[in-house]
């Protein structure tokens, strides 16, 4: 097996059912290390940005307002870089199929995600289904300096007028 990566997302629904912690010792049995870890609260941009391979779609604008936290009142995520051997493969075994109720019931999203009576997936969790979607994704989610070693080919660039928040 190739060494790869691959981008894990806790979504809403799980950060509100207090899932973390469960999810993570489940990813835990994969072996992978983790090479960037962190909160974000998920903009309109960046959830279209992140399931723009599905606009179009008719649950499209749905999707958008779930990742972004408007159903559950938890307008973040968190985002991980699992990076090792197999890592795309191993991460969605333990996570399970997109449809919890066509999901592995010992999988993440068998044992914790469900559909609502309106027809919405709350799954727990996102992970990259292949290396481009993941070199994506990864990259939409995280910059070079937020992950512990180079796992992309990286440049040294002078940014100018770049705003920052900073500790007042």
Known sequence: MAIEQTLVLIKPDGL???????????????????????????????????????????????????????????????????????????VREICGATNPEEADPASIRGAYGRITTSGIYENAMHASANPEEAEREIKLWFSPEELVYHIYPVKEAELKKVKKLSWA
């Not at 609260?41 to 936290?69: D, N, Q, S, W």
């Not at 051997?85 to 191993?90: D, H, L, P």
């Open 16 to 90: 509100k059912k207090s899932l973390t912690g469960n999810i993570l010792t489940r990813l835990s049995e994969t072996r992978l290390e983790i090479a960037g870890a962190r909160i974000v609260r998920v903009t309109k941009e960046l959830a279209k940005e992140h399931y723009a391979l599905l606009k179009g779609k008719p649950f499209f604008e749905e999707l958008i307002k779930y990742i972004m936290g408007e159903f559950h009142e938890r307008r973040k995520v968190m985002a991980l870089v699992y990076h090792g051997e197999g890592a795309i493969q191993k």
